[in-house]
């Protein structure tokens, strides 16, 4: 069975500044994909990345990147020039490459952006 | 564009009682997905269908079923209700024609209530 860690319950970052959500995983698979979705006060689920575990190259998407450390199983996702409206709860998930979306997910890291 | 559609949005039910919830997917797509999200917790896969068969099982309660229909749209029934069901349920669909390209799109969610 898969794992997904977010060891960073909490955090918080001045607008305008970059943050850096941690995210570790334990699989035996090798072909997987890895996911960051923010979950706002609405609570709708909104997919901010993916990265696919054959891709070297990381993943971007605008303000948002993440570093894919394969070996180490790190995930880590990057939001620069943060914005008020950046504020969540991320959850990094894990989905297997048989089966994309029965997704395991971390436990959230609550961001805060403050003006 | 048209997204996943859930109902109702909001469901408050006695201790014992049974609940349905509905989801309709975005049009074409053929994989659904349900998901239970507890207070403060992280969302929790229960089962997926492709196809109108059941394609994976996770940590789904027996006195919970679930079915996809013709038109794709699927239908989550739980019955003895327990306080431990208050949560909210998300559905999310998918392409799985779409292979690697397939992308996950979640519903608002239900929010359901058991007093």
């Known amino acids: 069975a898969q794992t997904v860690t977010q060891s960073q319950p909490e955090m918080s970052v001045q607008e305008a500044e970059t943050v850096t959500l941690s995210c570790t995983y334990d699989?035996?698979?090798?072909?997987?994909?890895l996911f960051w979705y923010k979950q706002p006060p609405s609570r709708q689920m909104i997919l901010v990345i993916r990265?696919?575990?054959?891709?070297?190259q990381n993943a971007t998407e605008n303000r948002f990147s993440v570093n894919f450390q394969k070996a180490a199983k790190s995930f880590s996702l990057k939001i620069s020039d943060s914005q008020l409206g950046d504020a969540a709860m991320y959850f990094c998930a894990f989905g297997s490459g048989g089966s994309n979306y029965k997704l395991t997910f971390g436990k959230g890291t609550l961001l805060t952006v403050n003006p | 564009a048209a997204g996943v559609i859930q109902s109702p949005r909001h469901l408050i039910k006695e201790k014992r009682e049974t609940a349905t919830l509905k989801c309709y997917p975005i049009?074409?797509?053929?994989?659904v997905y349900w998901y239970q999200q507890g207070p403060g917790q992280d969302p929790q896969f229960l089962i997926s269908?492709?196809?109108?068969?059941?394609?994976d099982k996770g940590s789904i309660p027996d006195r919970f079923s679930a079915q996809q229909f013709s038109d794709y749209h699927s239908e989550l029934n739980m019955s003895s209700l327990e306080l431990g069901d208050s949560a909210l349920y998300f559905c999310?669909?998918?392409?799985?024609?779409?292979?690697?390209?397939?992308?996950?799109?979640f519903g608002s969610g239900t929010q359901l209530s058991v007093l």
């Open positions: 990265q696919e575990a054959y891709k070297q």
């Open positions: 999310a669909s998918s392409d799985r024609g779409q292979g690697f390209n397939e992308k996950l799109f």
């Open positions: 049009p074409r797509h053929d994989t």
């Open positions: 699989t035996s698979e090798s072909d997987y994909y």
């Open positions: 269908f492709y196809e109108k068969m059941q394609s």
